[in-house]
């Protein structure tokens, strides 16, 4: 882990604690079951009121990366978690509601403020938004930020960023699950 600006100023989250240091932790995945482990793994440790945003290229991971993700909050295998890009959101029931963003196909953040975005972001569920660059003015700075690079043909560099007491926990779950 390193810090992304050592001289932040603390501020508080949404859930009203100070947040702290932004950290970041960097990972590999070699496939998509990876991807998808590495989202179960982070979503063991989302809480409600986090809030998860998403940034790479097509194809990167962002969408089997949530999957996991659902896995991690108890959403039933019976429920196909697909991208939203064509209705924006979708909900699924676990153990915190995951509501699960794509973006792609706004303009920017007042498409989204239309919508409402603030019952979803400050709601009594986890928000997991793709494509999170378009609406970036909007995304609290507590988000937990995830970027994804293409390495080659099937290696993706996972780039995670976060409070430092974030971090720290799913860094933790992380490396205790192999990463």
Same mark, same amino acid.
């Given at each position: 882990?390193?810090?992304?600006?050592?001289?932040?100023?603390?501020?508080?989250?949404?859930?009203?604690?100070?947040?702290? +240091? #932004?950290?970041?932790? $960097?990972?590999?995945?070699?496939?998509?079951?990876?991807?998808?482990?590495?989202?179960?793994?982070?979503?063991?440790?989302?809480?409600?009121?986090?809030?998860? +945003?998403?940034?790479?290229?097509? !194809?990167?991971?962002?969408?089997?990366?949530?999957?996991?993700? =659902?896995?991690?909050?108890?959403?039933?295998?019976?429920?196909?978690?697909?991208?939203?890009?064509?209705?924006?959101?979708?909900?699924?029931?676990?153990?915190?509601?995951?509501?699960?963003?794509?973006?792609?196909?706004?303009?920017?953040?007042? &498409? %989204?403020?239309?919508? !409402?975005?603030? &019952?979803?972001?400050?709601?009594?569920?986890?928000? #997991?938004?793709?494509?999170?660059?378009?609406? =970036?003015?909007?995304?609290?700075?507590?988000?937990?930020?995830? $970027?994804? +690079?293409? #390495?080659? @043909?099937?290696?993706?560099?996972?780039?995670?960023?976060?409070?430092?007491?974030? %971090?720290? @926990?799913?860094?933790?779950?992380?490396?205790?699950?192999?990463?």
């Amino acid at each position: 882990m390193s810090y992304r600006n050592g001289n932040e100023k603390e501020s508080p989250d949404h859930r009203g604690e100070y947040r702290g +240091a #932004v950290m970041k932790k $960097c990972i590999l995945s070699r496939s998509n079951e990876e991807t998808l482990l590495i989202g179960e793994i982070i979503g063991r440790c989302l809480v409600s009121g986090d809030i998860v +945003a998403l940034i790479g290229d097509l !194809g990167a991971g962002k969408t089997c990366l949530t999957q996991g993700i =659902a896995r991690g909050l108890g959403v039933p295998k019976s429920y196909a978690v697909a991208s939203p890009t064509f209705t924006l959101i979708n909900e699924y029931p676990g153990r915190h509601v995951l509501y699960h963003l794509d973006v792609y196909r706004l303009s920017g953040s007042k &498409d %989204l403020e239309e919508m !409402g975005y603030e &019952d979803y972001f400050y709601g009594k569920g986890v928000s #997991v938004i793709e494509w999170a660059e378009k609406i =970036a003015d909007i995304v609290p700075e507590t988000a937990i930020t995830i $970027c994804f +690079a293409f #390495v080659d @043909e099937h290696l993706r560099r996972i780039e995670i960023s976060a409070p430092e007491k974030r %971090l720290a @926990e799913i860094a933790s779950a992380l490396t205790g699950g192999g990463f």
